[in-house]
C-alpha cells in the first residue's frame, strides 16, 4: 500500500492503525487524518522514541496493510 491510499481511506483504516499503536488517541487520529508527518509527530510525543525509527516502523506497517484492504 501506498501512502497515498492511506490518506485516501484514513477513516477506514485509523482503527488498525490505533490497534498498532495504542496510545494513539481518537483526538490524534483525527489530527493526522491521513497525514504521515503529523503520524510520526504524534508517535514521537507518545512513546518518546527516535524519528528515524518510527518512520521506519511506520513504512513496515503501511505495507503490511497491503493484505487487509
Known amino acids: 500500500m501506498l501512502w497515498n491510499d492511506v490518506t ?12 498498532k499503536w495504542s496510545k494513539l488517541t481518537e483526538t490524534d487520529l483525527t ?18 522514541t527516535d524519528k528515524v525509527k518510527l518512520e521506519k516502523e511506520v513504512d513496515d506497517f503501511i505495507k503490511s496493510l497491503k493484505a487487509h484492504v
Open 31 to 48: 489530527a493526522i487524518n491521513g497525514k504521515r508527518d503529523e503520524l510520526v509527530r504524534r508517535l514521537q510525543t507518545a512513546y518518546k
Open 8 to 19: 485516501s481511506n484514513w477513516q477506514d483504516l485509523r482503527k488498525e492503525f490505533q490497534v
